[in-house]
Protein backbone atom coordinates (compact mmCIF):
# COMPACT_ATOMS: atom_id res chain seq x y z
CA UNK A 1 0.00 0.00 0.00
CA UNK A 2 1.29 3.74 -1.05
CA UNK A 3 2.39 6.27 1.80
CA UNK A 4 -0.34 8.53 2.51
CA UNK A 5 1.04 11.08 4.58
CA UNK A 6 2.11 14.65 3.05
CA UNK A 7 3.54 18.31 3.67
CA UNK A 8 1.23 20.85 3.14
CA UNK A 9 2.34 23.62 0.71
CA UNK A 10 3.57 26.20 2.86
CA UNK A 11 0.88 28.30 1.30
CA UNK A 12 -1.57 26.76 2.63
CA UNK A 13 0.48 25.47 5.83
CA UNK A 14 0.78 29.93 6.57
CA UNK A 15 -3.21 30.22 5.47
CA UNK A 16 -3.76 27.60 8.83
CA UNK A 17 -1.48 29.32 10.91
CA UNK A 18 -3.16 32.87 10.06
CA UNK A 19 -6.23 31.42 11.48
CA UNK A 20 -4.94 32.01 14.94
CA UNK A 21 -3.26 35.18 14.73
CA UNK A 22 -5.89 37.24 12.18
CA UNK A 23 -8.73 36.94 13.25
CA UNK A 24 -10.45 40.59 11.89
CA UNK A 25 -8.82 43.64 11.18
CA UNK A 26 -7.95 44.50 14.44
CA UNK A 27 -5.36 41.92 14.88
CA UNK A 28 -3.46 43.19 11.77
CA UNK A 29 -3.40 46.64 13.80
CA UNK A 30 -2.23 45.01 16.59
CA UNK A 31 0.18 43.11 14.91
CA UNK A 32 1.71 45.94 12.71
CA UNK A 33 1.91 48.34 15.09
CA UNK A 34 3.32 46.07 17.53
CA UNK A 35 6.21 45.81 14.98
CA UNK A 36 6.55 49.25 14.34
CA UNK A 37 6.96 49.37 18.33
CA UNK A 38 9.79 46.74 18.39
CA UNK A 39 11.82 48.48 15.59
CA UNK A 40 12.13 51.41 17.68
CA UNK A 41 9.86 53.90 15.82
CA UNK A 42 8.85 57.27 17.93
CA UNK A 43 5.59 58.05 15.03
CA UNK A 44 3.42 55.49 14.43
CA UNK A 45 0.46 56.01 12.13
CA UNK A 46 -2.11 53.52 11.39
CA UNK A 47 -4.75 54.38 8.05
CA UNK A 48 -7.58 52.16 7.57
CA UNK A 49 -10.79 51.80 5.04
CA UNK A 50 -13.83 50.81 5.55
CA UNK A 51 -13.10 49.56 9.37
CA UNK A 52 -9.88 47.94 7.96
CA UNK A 53 -11.37 45.31 5.17
CA UNK A 54 -10.17 47.51 2.61
CA UNK A 55 -6.95 48.43 4.17
CA UNK A 56 -4.76 48.93 7.19
CA UNK A 57 -1.65 50.42 6.53
CA UNK A 58 1.46 51.21 9.37
CA UNK A 59 3.61 53.74 8.42
CA UNK A 60 6.58 53.86 11.18
CA UNK A 61 10.36 55.86 11.83
CA UNK A 62 11.79 52.66 12.97
CA UNK A 63 15.05 51.07 12.10
CA UNK A 64 13.67 49.28 8.82
CA UNK A 65 15.05 46.23 6.95
CA UNK A 66 17.61 45.61 4.86
CA UNK A 67 16.93 43.88 1.72
CA UNK A 68 16.83 40.39 2.73
CA UNK A 69 15.53 40.67 5.93
CA UNK A 70 12.76 42.42 4.24
CA UNK A 71 11.88 39.24 2.00
CA UNK A 72 12.82 37.31 5.23
CA UNK A 73 9.94 38.58 7.53
CA UNK A 74 7.53 36.71 5.63
CA UNK A 75 8.53 33.48 6.56
CA UNK A 76 7.23 31.80 8.94
CA UNK A 77 9.06 31.70 11.85
CA UNK A 78 11.28 34.12 10.54
CA UNK A 79 11.83 37.18 13.94
CA UNK A 80 14.66 38.70 14.45
CA UNK A 81 13.82 38.96 18.13
CA UNK A 82 14.41 35.22 19.98
CA UNK A 83 17.93 33.70 18.95
CA UNK A 84 17.61 31.00 21.58
CA UNK A 85 15.63 29.28 24.13
CA UNK A 86 17.02 31.63 26.94
CA UNK A 87 15.55 34.37 25.31
CA UNK A 88 12.27 32.81 25.80
CA UNK A 89 12.01 33.33 28.95
CA UNK A 90 13.56 37.04 28.77
CA UNK A 91 10.95 38.15 26.45
CA UNK A 92 11.17 42.38 26.25
CA UNK A 93 9.68 42.83 22.48
CA UNK A 94 6.18 42.69 21.54
CA UNK A 95 6.83 39.90 18.69
CA UNK A 96 9.08 37.00 19.15
CA UNK A 97 6.93 33.94 17.54
CA UNK A 98 8.13 35.23 13.82
CA UNK A 99 4.33 34.28 12.55
CA UNK A 100 2.55 37.27 12.19
CA UNK A 101 3.73 39.21 8.66
CA UNK A 102 3.78 35.59 7.33
CA UNK A 103 0.14 34.66 8.55
CA UNK A 104 -1.23 37.99 7.28
CA UNK A 105 0.71 37.73 4.01
CA UNK A 106 -1.43 34.35 2.91
CA UNK A 107 -4.69 35.75 3.59
CA UNK A 108 -4.73 39.19 2.04
CA UNK A 109 -2.97 41.56 -0.39
CA UNK A 110 0.33 43.01 1.05
CA UNK A 111 2.89 46.12 -0.16
CA UNK A 112 6.21 46.99 2.37
CA UNK A 113 8.86 49.59 1.88
CA UNK A 114 11.07 49.72 3.98
CA UNK A 115 14.58 51.55 4.16
CA UNK A 116 16.99 50.45 6.97
CA UNK A 117 18.54 53.47 9.27
CA UNK A 118 21.61 54.64 6.92
CA UNK A 119 21.06 52.77 3.72
CA UNK A 120 20.53 54.97 0.43
CA UNK A 121 18.41 52.96 -1.19
CA UNK A 122 14.54 51.08 0.42
CA UNK A 123 13.10 47.69 -0.92
CA UNK A 124 9.40 47.00 -2.04
CA UNK A 125 7.71 44.05 -2.02
CA UNK A 126 4.55 42.76 -3.11
CA UNK A 127 2.97 39.75 -1.69
CA UNK A 128 -0.52 38.30 -2.62
CA UNK A 129 -2.13 35.19 -0.97
CA UNK A 130 1.10 34.38 0.54
CA UNK A 131 2.50 34.41 -3.30
CA UNK A 132 5.40 36.63 -3.99
CA UNK A 133 4.44 39.26 -6.68
CA UNK A 134 7.20 41.54 -6.89
CA UNK A 135 10.53 42.77 -5.53
CA UNK A 136 12.55 45.87 -6.22
CA UNK A 137 14.70 48.75 -5.00
CA UNK A 138 12.66 51.93 -4.43
CA UNK A 139 12.88 55.35 -2.75
CA UNK A 140 11.29 55.44 0.93
CA UNK A 141 12.59 57.33 3.99
CA UNK A 142 13.51 55.60 6.61
CA UNK A 143 11.65 53.29 8.90
CA UNK A 144 8.62 51.38 7.34
CA UNK A 145 5.36 51.28 5.72
CA UNK A 146 2.67 48.23 5.53
CA UNK A 147 -0.48 47.91 3.79
CA UNK A 148 -2.31 45.22 4.01
CA UNK A 149 -5.35 44.98 1.67
CA UNK A 150 -8.56 43.45 1.38
CA UNK A 151 -8.36 41.21 3.86
CA UNK A 152 -9.26 37.05 3.94
CA UNK A 153 -10.21 38.36 -0.25
CA UNK A 154 -9.20 34.59 -0.70
CA UNK A 155 -10.85 33.02 2.23
CA UNK A 156 -14.09 34.07 1.50
CA UNK A 157 -15.60 32.42 4.32
CA UNK A 158 -13.56 34.35 7.06
CA UNK A 159 -14.42 37.39 4.72
CA UNK A 160 -17.88 37.03 5.34
CA UNK A 161 -17.63 36.14 8.93
CA UNK A 162 -16.66 39.93 9.53
CA UNK A 163 -18.88 41.89 11.63
CA UNK A 164 -20.29 45.41 10.77
CA UNK A 165 -18.09 48.12 9.94
CA UNK A 166 -19.18 49.69 12.95
CA UNK A 167 -17.95 46.98 15.09
CA UNK A 168 -15.24 46.26 13.21
CA UNK A 169 -14.12 49.88 13.17
CA UNK A 170 -14.45 49.84 17.39
CA UNK A 171 -12.14 46.31 17.70
CA UNK A 172 -9.37 48.50 15.71
CA UNK A 173 -10.27 51.45 17.66
CA UNK A 174 -9.36 49.27 20.99
CA UNK A 175 -6.42 47.63 19.88
CA UNK A 176 -5.08 51.16 18.94
CA UNK A 177 -6.02 52.53 22.21
CA UNK A 178 -4.42 49.75 24.28
CA UNK A 179 -1.02 50.45 22.51
CA UNK A 180 -1.13 54.12 22.57
CA UNK A 181 -1.92 54.44 26.35
CA UNK A 182 1.01 51.24 26.64
CA UNK A 183 3.82 53.70 24.96
CA UNK A 184 2.61 57.44 25.82
CA UNK A 185 5.90 58.58 25.42
CA UNK A 186 5.15 57.79 21.04
CA UNK A 187 3.16 59.22 18.79
CA UNK A 188 0.36 57.42 17.52
CA UNK A 189 -2.16 59.02 14.79
CA UNK A 190 -5.08 56.88 13.60
CA UNK A 191 -6.58 57.95 10.30
CA UNK A 192 -10.53 56.27 8.97
CA UNK A 193 -11.51 57.05 5.61
CA UNK A 194 -9.72 60.02 5.25
CA UNK A 195 -10.29 61.29 8.49
CA UNK A 196 -7.89 61.38 11.16
CA UNK A 197 -9.14 60.59 14.09
CA UNK A 198 -7.01 60.52 17.23
CA UNK A 199 -3.52 62.84 17.42
CA UNK A 200 -1.75 61.81 20.01
CA UNK A 201 1.44 63.62 21.26
CA UNK A 202 4.42 62.09 22.96
CA UNK A 203 3.72 62.66 26.14
CA UNK A 204 2.95 61.44 30.00
CA UNK A 205 0.47 58.87 30.55
CA UNK A 206 -2.18 61.16 32.32
CA UNK A 207 -1.91 63.35 29.09
CA UNK A 208 -2.59 60.19 26.96
CA UNK A 209 -5.28 59.31 28.53
CA UNK A 210 -6.96 62.86 28.36
CA UNK A 211 -5.82 62.61 25.03
CA UNK A 212 -7.43 59.22 24.57
CA UNK A 213 -10.79 59.59 26.13
CA UNK A 214 -11.64 63.84 26.44
CA UNK A 215 -10.56 66.39 28.53
CA UNK A 216 -12.70 65.72 31.10
CA UNK A 217 -10.84 62.73 32.42
CA UNK A 218 -8.14 65.38 33.69
CA UNK A 219 -10.62 65.50 37.15
CA UNK A 220 -11.55 61.90 37.07
CA UNK A 221 -8.16 59.62 37.93
CA UNK A 222 -6.31 59.12 41.30
CA UNK A 223 -2.69 58.33 40.59
CA UNK A 224 -1.51 54.75 41.65
CA UNK A 225 1.77 54.21 41.98
CA UNK A 226 4.12 51.58 44.26
CA UNK A 227 6.80 49.45 44.05
CA UNK A 228 8.48 46.68 45.65
CA UNK A 229 11.51 44.41 44.76
CA UNK A 230 9.23 41.33 42.76
CA UNK A 231 7.14 44.02 41.11
CA UNK A 232 6.35 47.61 40.71
CA UNK A 233 2.55 48.70 39.71
CA UNK A 234 1.67 52.58 38.59
CA UNK A 235 -0.79 54.65 36.69
CA UNK A 236 -4.53 55.88 37.42
CA UNK A 237 -7.68 54.39 38.61
CA UNK A 238 -11.36 56.68 38.15
CA UNK A 239 -12.75 58.05 40.56
CA UNK A 240 -15.76 55.64 41.82
CA UNK A 241 -18.56 58.50 40.55
CA UNK A 242 -17.49 58.37 37.32
CA UNK A 243 -17.88 54.46 36.97
CA UNK A 244 -19.71 53.24 34.12
CA UNK A 245 -22.21 50.52 33.24
CA UNK A 246 -20.50 48.77 30.37
CA UNK A 247 -17.16 47.36 30.82
CA UNK A 248 -14.39 48.39 28.37
CA UNK A 249 -12.33 51.04 30.12
CA UNK A 250 -10.07 48.86 31.89
CA UNK A 251 -6.77 48.08 31.34
CA UNK A 252 -3.84 46.39 32.61
CA UNK A 253 -0.82 46.00 31.13
CA UNK A 254 2.02 43.58 32.37
CA UNK A 255 5.68 44.77 31.06
CA UNK A 256 3.41 47.18 29.07
CA UNK A 257 1.87 44.44 27.05
CA UNK A 258 -2.51 44.66 27.19
CA UNK A 259 -3.71 41.54 28.81
CA UNK A 260 -6.84 40.44 30.01
CA UNK A 261 -7.28 39.20 33.73
CA UNK A 262 -10.22 38.95 35.42
CA UNK A 263 -8.63 37.65 38.96
CA UNK A 264 -6.97 40.87 38.50
CA UNK A 265 -10.12 43.06 37.76
CA UNK A 266 -11.67 41.90 40.93
CA UNK A 267 -8.58 42.86 42.73
CA UNK A 268 -9.25 46.79 41.60
CA UNK A 269 -13.26 46.41 41.66
CA UNK A 270 -13.20 44.95 45.10
CA UNK A 271 -11.97 48.53 46.59
CA UNK A 272 -15.18 49.85 44.69
CA UNK A 273 -17.90 47.59 46.49
CA UNK A 274 -19.27 50.38 48.80
CA UNK A 275 -17.97 53.44 46.81
CA UNK A 276 -20.05 52.58 43.75
CA UNK A 277 -23.47 51.05 42.77
CA UNK A 278 -22.69 47.42 41.61
CA UNK A 279 -23.04 46.73 38.17
CA UNK A 280 -20.53 49.57 38.07
CA UNK A 281 -17.19 49.35 36.12
CA UNK A 282 -14.29 52.64 37.25
CA UNK A 283 -12.05 53.32 34.52
CA UNK A 284 -8.17 52.01 35.28
CA UNK A 285 -4.88 51.96 33.12
CA UNK A 286 -2.59 50.08 35.21
CA UNK A 287 0.81 48.91 34.29
CA UNK A 288 2.60 46.27 36.43
CA UNK A 289 6.25 45.97 35.75
CA UNK A 290 7.56 42.09 36.47
CA UNK A 291 10.38 39.77 36.05
CA UNK A 292 9.48 38.21 32.48
CA UNK A 293 11.11 34.44 34.03
CA UNK A 294 7.62 34.45 36.65
CA UNK A 295 5.29 34.83 33.89
CA UNK A 296 4.09 32.85 30.85
CA UNK A 297 3.02 34.81 27.76
CA UNK A 298 2.23 31.73 25.59
CA UNK A 299 -0.86 30.55 26.89
CA UNK A 300 -2.67 32.59 24.91
CA UNK A 301 -1.87 32.42 21.24
CA UNK A 302 -3.05 36.60 20.79
CA UNK A 303 -0.99 36.22 23.88
CA UNK A 304 -3.61 38.54 25.73
CA UNK A 305 -4.11 36.01 28.38
CA UNK A 306 -0.61 35.63 30.89
CA UNK A 307 0.02 33.20 33.95
CA UNK A 308 1.57 34.65 37.00
CA UNK A 309 3.73 32.40 38.75
CA UNK A 310 2.54 33.82 42.55
CA UNK A 311 -0.94 34.82 41.28
CA UNK A 312 -2.00 35.45 44.85
CA UNK A 313 0.80 37.71 45.77
CA UNK A 314 0.23 40.03 42.74
CA UNK A 315 -3.81 40.10 43.20
CA UNK A 316 -3.19 41.22 46.89
CA UNK A 317 -0.39 43.65 46.48
CA UNK A 318 -2.88 45.31 43.59
CA UNK A 319 -5.81 45.12 45.90
CA UNK A 320 -4.38 46.87 48.70
CA UNK A 321 -2.34 49.48 46.14
CA UNK A 322 -5.21 50.64 44.74
CA UNK A 323 -7.01 50.65 48.19
CA UNK A 324 -3.83 52.58 49.32
CA UNK A 325 -4.48 55.09 46.22
CA UNK A 326 -8.14 55.90 46.88
CA UNK A 327 -7.59 56.71 50.33
CA UNK A 328 -4.55 58.95 49.93
CA UNK A 329 -6.78 60.86 47.76
CA UNK A 330 -9.92 60.40 49.67
CA UNK A 331 -12.44 59.79 47.63
CA UNK A 332 -15.69 59.84 48.92
CA UNK A 333 -18.92 60.13 46.04
CA UNK A 334 -19.96 63.16 45.39
CA UNK A 335 -23.29 61.59 44.98
CA UNK A 336 -25.44 60.40 47.94
CA UNK A 337 -26.25 56.84 46.39
CA UNK A 338 -28.93 56.63 49.94
CA UNK A 339 -31.42 59.01 48.64
CA UNK A 340 -30.63 58.79 44.37
CA UNK A 341 -33.55 57.23 42.72
CA UNK A 342 -31.03 56.56 40.13
CA UNK A 343 -28.99 53.62 41.94
CA UNK A 344 -32.01 51.19 41.04
CA UNK A 345 -31.56 51.84 37.60
CA UNK A 346 -27.98 50.71 38.02
CA UNK A 347 -29.08 47.63 39.82
CA UNK A 348 -31.40 46.37 37.93
CA UNK A 349 -29.65 46.85 34.74
CA UNK A 350 -26.92 44.13 35.47
CA UNK A 351 -25.66 42.60 32.25
CA UNK A 352 -26.25 39.43 32.98
CA UNK A 353 -29.57 38.41 31.79
CA UNK A 354 -31.15 35.62 29.95
CA UNK A 355 -29.55 33.72 27.27
CA UNK A 356 -33.54 33.49 26.72
CA UNK A 357 -34.03 36.80 26.75
CA UNK A 358 -32.72 36.27 22.74
CA UNK A 359 -35.14 33.94 21.91
CA UNK A 360 -37.62 36.12 22.43
CA UNK A 361 -37.09 37.49 18.96
CA UNK A 362 -38.83 41.05 17.97
CA UNK A 363 -40.49 39.01 15.35
CA UNK A 364 -42.26 36.61 17.95
CA UNK A 365 -43.24 39.31 20.12
CA UNK A 366 -45.01 41.40 17.46
CA UNK A 367 -46.90 38.05 16.54
CA UNK A 368 -47.68 37.47 20.20
CA UNK A 369 -48.47 40.93 21.23
CA UNK A 370 -51.64 40.77 19.05
CA UNK A 371 -53.06 37.66 20.57
CA UNK A 372 -51.68 38.17 23.94
CA UNK A 373 -54.49 40.44 25.45
CA UNK A 374 -57.19 38.56 26.05
CA UNK A 375 -55.40 35.48 27.34
CA UNK A 376 -53.31 37.61 29.82
CA UNK A 377 -56.51 39.12 31.42
CA UNK A 378 -58.24 35.65 31.22
CA UNK A 379 -55.28 33.65 32.86
CA UNK A 380 -54.73 36.28 35.68
CA UNK A 381 -58.32 37.39 36.44
CA UNK A 382 -60.22 34.23 34.91
CA UNK A 383 -63.03 36.47 34.01
CA UNK A 384 -66.75 35.49 32.38
CA UNK A 385 -66.86 38.89 30.69
CA UNK A 386 -66.43 38.30 27.11
CA UNK A 387 -64.19 41.13 25.43
CA UNK A 388 -63.16 42.38 22.17
CA UNK A 389 -59.39 41.64 21.31
CA UNK A 390 -59.58 45.01 19.38
CA UNK A 391 -59.85 46.93 22.27
CA UNK A 392 -55.91 46.00 23.08
CA UNK A 393 -54.96 45.73 19.51
CA UNK A 394 -55.42 49.39 19.23
CA UNK A 395 -53.41 50.10 22.76
CA UNK A 396 -51.16 53.19 21.88
CA UNK A 397 -48.81 54.15 24.53
CA UNK A 398 -49.45 56.46 27.14
CA UNK A 399 -53.30 56.00 26.14
CA UNK A 400 -55.34 55.82 29.37
CA UNK A 401 -57.67 52.92 28.76
CA UNK A 402 -60.15 52.67 30.22
CA UNK A 403 -62.05 50.23 28.31
CA UNK A 404 -63.00 46.71 29.93
CA UNK A 405 -60.50 47.66 33.12
CA UNK A 406 -60.79 44.13 35.11
CA UNK A 407 -58.93 45.62 38.02
CA UNK A 408 -61.84 48.06 39.27
CA UNK A 409 -64.42 46.13 40.22
CA UNK A 410 -66.11 49.08 41.32
CA UNK A 411 -65.68 51.24 38.70
CA UNK A 412 -68.95 52.70 38.11
CA UNK A 413 -67.93 54.62 41.26
CA UNK A 414 -65.51 57.22 40.01
CA UNK A 415 -64.03 57.92 43.58
CA UNK A 416 -63.57 54.23 44.30
CA UNK A 417 -59.83 53.39 44.63
CA UNK A 418 -58.66 50.25 43.70
CA UNK A 419 -54.77 51.20 42.99
CA UNK A 420 -52.33 51.47 45.67
CA UNK A 421 -48.88 52.55 45.27
CA UNK A 422 -46.26 51.12 47.69
CA UNK A 423 -43.24 52.69 48.21
CA UNK A 424 -43.44 54.52 44.96
CA UNK A 425 -42.27 51.05 43.31
CA UNK A 426 -45.19 48.68 43.48
CA UNK A 427 -48.51 49.18 42.29
CA UNK A 428 -50.96 47.18 44.37
CA UNK A 429 -54.43 45.75 43.06
CA UNK A 430 -57.27 43.85 44.32
CA UNK A 431 -58.44 41.27 41.79
CA UNK A 432 -61.53 38.83 42.02
CA UNK A 433 -58.93 36.03 43.48
CA UNK A 434 -56.58 38.44 45.83
CA UNK A 435 -54.29 40.50 44.99
CA UNK A 436 -51.55 41.15 42.71
CA UNK A 437 -48.17 43.71 43.58
CA UNK A 438 -46.51 45.15 39.75
CA UNK A 439 -43.08 46.52 39.84
CA UNK A 440 -43.54 49.48 38.32
CA UNK A 441 -40.26 49.70 36.81
CA UNK A 442 -40.05 46.41 35.23
CA UNK A 443 -43.36 46.49 34.13
CA UNK A 444 -42.89 49.63 32.46
CA UNK A 445 -39.71 49.01 30.63
CA UNK A 446 -41.52 45.32 29.33
CA UNK A 447 -44.28 47.92 27.79
CA UNK A 448 -41.63 50.33 26.51
CA UNK A 449 -39.31 47.68 24.68
CA UNK A 450 -42.65 45.70 22.90
CA UNK A 451 -44.24 49.22 22.53
CA UNK A 452 -41.07 50.60 20.59
CA UNK A 453 -40.07 47.13 18.47
CA UNK A 454 -43.63 47.86 17.48
CA UNK A 455 -42.94 51.03 16.43
CA UNK A 456 -39.61 50.64 14.94
CA UNK A 457 -41.97 48.10 12.19
CA UNK A 458 -44.56 51.36 12.03
CA UNK A 459 -44.95 54.66 10.65
CA UNK A 460 -42.18 57.46 11.46
CA UNK A 461 -43.09 58.98 14.73
CA UNK A 462 -43.68 62.59 15.35
CA UNK A 463 -41.22 64.83 15.91
CA UNK A 464 -41.23 67.93 18.31
CA UNK A 465 -38.54 70.18 16.40
CA UNK A 466 -36.37 72.05 19.11
CA UNK A 467 -36.24 75.86 19.33
CA UNK A 468 -32.43 75.59 20.01
CA UNK A 469 -30.92 72.53 18.43
CA UNK A 470 -28.26 71.42 20.36
CA UNK A 471 -24.54 70.21 19.70
CA UNK A 472 -23.06 66.92 20.83
CA UNK A 473 -19.93 65.86 20.72
CA UNK A 474 -18.89 62.20 20.83
CA UNK A 475 -15.47 59.78 20.96
CA UNK A 476 -14.83 58.19 17.47
CA UNK A 477 -15.77 54.55 18.92
CA UNK A 478 -19.12 55.82 20.17
CA UNK A 479 -19.63 57.83 17.14
CA UNK A 480 -19.60 55.07 14.74
CA UNK A 481 -21.91 53.23 16.90
CA UNK A 482 -24.70 56.18 17.37
CA UNK A 483 -24.22 56.49 13.42
CA UNK A 484 -25.23 52.38 13.06
CA UNK A 485 -28.59 53.14 15.54
CA UNK A 486 -29.11 57.09 13.83
CA UNK A 487 -32.01 56.04 11.41
CA UNK A 488 -33.67 53.87 14.01
CA UNK A 489 -33.85 56.11 16.35
CA UNK A 490 -35.28 59.02 13.67
CA UNK A 491 -37.90 56.51 13.50
CA UNK A 492 -38.97 56.86 16.76
CA UNK A 493 -39.27 60.62 17.00
CA UNK A 494 -35.48 62.07 17.33
CA UNK A 495 -34.38 64.36 14.78
CA UNK A 496 -30.83 64.17 14.85
CA UNK A 497 -28.18 64.97 12.31
CA UNK A 498 -24.91 64.27 12.02
CA UNK A 499 -22.43 67.66 11.51
CA UNK A 500 -18.74 66.71 10.65
CA UNK A 501 -16.88 64.17 12.77
CA UNK A 502 -17.42 63.34 15.90
CA UNK A 503 -20.75 65.68 16.28
CA UNK A 504 -24.74 65.20 16.04
CA UNK A 505 -26.99 68.24 16.45
CA UNK A 506 -30.53 67.46 17.86
CA UNK A 507 -33.09 68.96 15.91
CA UNK A 508 -35.73 67.56 17.31
CA UNK A 509 -36.82 64.82 19.84
CA UNK A 510 -40.48 62.58 20.10
CA UNK A 511 -43.09 64.63 21.59
CA UNK A 512 -43.38 62.73 25.34
CA UNK A 513 -39.62 63.46 25.88
CA UNK A 514 -39.21 66.73 27.14
CA UNK A 515 -37.15 69.18 29.71
CA UNK A 516 -34.68 65.91 29.44
CA UNK A 517 -30.63 66.65 29.35
CA UNK A 518 -30.44 64.74 25.57
CA UNK A 519 -26.44 64.86 25.68
CA UNK A 520 -27.32 62.16 28.85
CA UNK A 521 -30.11 60.23 27.51
CA UNK A 522 -27.78 59.44 24.42
CA UNK A 523 -24.99 58.64 26.51
CA UNK A 524 -27.30 56.24 28.60
CA UNK A 525 -29.28 54.65 25.43
CA UNK A 526 -25.42 54.16 24.10
CA UNK A 527 -23.98 52.39 27.13
CA UNK A 528 -26.95 50.14 27.22
CA UNK A 529 -26.95 49.33 23.82
CA UNK A 530 -22.84 48.63 23.90
CA UNK A 531 -24.41 46.27 26.26
CA UNK A 532 -26.94 45.05 24.62
CA UNK A 533 -24.82 44.30 21.54
CA UNK A 534 -21.48 42.66 23.19
CA UNK A 535 -23.57 40.85 26.35
CA UNK A 536 -27.05 40.15 25.11
CA UNK A 537 -26.17 39.22 21.43
CA UNK A 538 -29.34 41.37 20.43
CA UNK A 539 -30.13 42.57 16.75
CA UNK A 540 -29.62 46.12 16.48
CA UNK A 541 -33.27 46.39 16.56
CA UNK A 542 -33.96 44.58 19.72
CA UNK A 543 -30.65 46.36 21.56
CA UNK A 544 -31.63 50.10 20.64
CA UNK A 545 -35.08 49.31 21.76
CA UNK A 546 -33.77 47.47 24.95
CA UNK A 547 -31.60 50.46 25.66
CA UNK A 548 -34.33 52.91 25.20
CA UNK A 549 -36.83 51.46 27.19
CA UNK A 550 -34.19 50.74 30.02
CA UNK A 551 -33.38 54.84 29.83
CA UNK A 552 -36.93 55.45 29.59
CA UNK A 553 -38.34 53.80 32.01
CA UNK A 554 -40.55 55.15 35.26
CA UNK A 555 -38.07 54.98 38.52
CA UNK A 556 -38.74 54.45 41.96
CA UNK A 557 -39.42 57.22 43.38
CA UNK A 558 -42.16 58.37 40.95
CA UNK A 559 -45.95 59.42 42.00
CA UNK A 560 -48.81 57.79 39.77
CA UNK A 561 -52.11 58.59 39.87
CA UNK A 562 -55.11 56.36 39.57
CA UNK A 563 -55.52 56.59 35.47
CA UNK A 564 -51.63 56.10 35.09
CA UNK A 565 -51.98 53.13 37.45
CA UNK A 566 -54.51 51.86 35.36
CA UNK A 567 -53.00 52.78 32.05
CA UNK A 568 -49.91 50.96 33.37
CA UNK A 569 -51.66 47.64 34.28
CA UNK A 570 -53.50 47.55 31.18
CA UNK A 571 -50.47 48.41 28.70
CA UNK A 572 -48.81 45.41 30.74
CA UNK A 573 -51.18 42.93 30.34
CA UNK A 574 -51.35 43.69 26.76
CA UNK A 575 -47.45 42.81 25.78
CA UNK A 576 -46.51 39.79 24.67
CA UNK A 577 -44.39 38.52 27.49
CA UNK A 578 -46.33 40.64 30.51
CA UNK A 579 -45.03 38.38 33.16
CA UNK A 580 -40.91 38.50 32.88
CA UNK A 581 -39.10 41.74 32.99
CA UNK A 582 -36.70 42.96 30.43
CA UNK A 583 -34.25 40.93 32.71
CA UNK A 584 -35.91 37.89 33.19
CA UNK A 585 -37.48 38.85 36.74
CA UNK A 586 -41.21 38.79 37.57
CA UNK A 587 -42.93 42.19 36.48
CA UNK A 588 -45.68 41.13 39.10
CA UNK A 589 -46.33 38.58 41.66
CA UNK A 590 -50.00 37.81 42.35
CA UNK A 591 -51.40 36.15 45.76
CA UNK A 592 -54.21 34.09 46.16
CA UNK A 593 -57.14 34.86 48.53
CA UNK A 594 -57.00 31.49 49.78
CA UNK A 595 -53.35 31.52 50.74
CA UNK A 596 -54.04 34.91 52.64
CA UNK A 597 -57.20 33.01 54.21
CA UNK A 598 -54.57 30.78 55.02
CA UNK A 599 -52.22 32.85 56.58
CA UNK A 600 -54.63 34.20 59.23
CA UNK A 601 -55.93 30.78 60.39
CA UNK A 602 -52.48 29.52 61.19
CA UNK A 603 -52.49 31.70 63.96
CA UNK A 604 -55.41 31.35 65.49
P1 LIG B 1 7.84 38.79 15.18
O1 LIG B 1 7.38 40.18 15.43
O2 LIG B 1 7.20 37.79 16.07
O3 LIG B 1 9.33 38.67 15.14
P2 LIG B 1 6.69 39.21 12.59
O4 LIG B 1 6.19 38.28 11.55
O5 LIG B 1 5.71 40.17 13.15
O6 LIG B 1 7.34 38.36 13.74
O7 LIG B 1 7.90 40.00 11.98
C1 LIG B 1 9.00 39.31 11.47
C2 LIG B 1 10.24 40.15 11.52
O8 LIG B 1 10.17 41.20 10.59
C3 LIG B 1 10.49 40.83 12.84
O9 LIG B 1 11.17 39.98 13.75
C4 LIG B 1 11.33 42.02 12.44
O10 LIG B 1 12.69 41.67 12.36
C5 LIG B 1 10.83 42.34 11.04
N1 LIG B 1 9.87 43.46 11.04
C6 LIG B 1 8.53 43.35 10.95
N2 LIG B 1 7.95 44.57 10.95
C7 LIG B 1 8.94 45.48 11.04
C8 LIG B 1 8.99 46.92 11.09
N3 LIG B 1 7.89 47.65 11.06
N4 LIG B 1 10.21 47.51 11.14
C9 LIG B 1 11.33 46.77 11.18
N5 LIG B 1 11.36 45.42 11.15
C10 LIG B 1 10.17 44.77 11.08
MG1 LIG C 1 5.48 40.84 15.17
Known amino acids: MSDIIQLLPENLANQIAAGEVVQRPASVVKELMENAIDAGASAITLIVKDAGKALIQVIDNGSGMSETDARMSFERHATSKIKNLSDLFNIHTMGFRGEALASIAAVAQVELKSRKWGSELGTFIQIEGGRFVEQSPCQYKEGTGISVKNLFYNVPARRNFLKSNAVELNHVIEEFKRIAIAYPNLFFSLYHNELEIYHLKSGNLKQRIVGIFGANYNERLVPVKESTEILSLHGFVGKPEFAKKTRGEQYFFVNNRFIKNNYLNH ?73 DVRLETFERSKPFISEKQAELSSKNILQQRAKSTLKNWEKLFSISQEIETEDYAVLKPGSNIQSASLFAENDEDNNATSFLQLHQKYIISPIKSGFVVIDIQ ?141 DNRPTYVSFNQSDINLKFQQYT
Open 267 to 339: AVFGNYEDLMPSGTYPFFALFIQINPATIDINVHPTKQEIKFEEDKIVYTYIRSAIKHALGKYTVTPSIDFES
Open 442 to 582: AAHERILYEELLQKMQQEKMATQQQMFPQKINFNPADFSLIEEILSDINHLGFDIQKFGNHTLVVHGLPGNLTDENIEQVLEQILEQYKNNLSVLKLNRKESLARALAKQQALKPGTVLKQEDMRALSNRLFACAHPNKSL
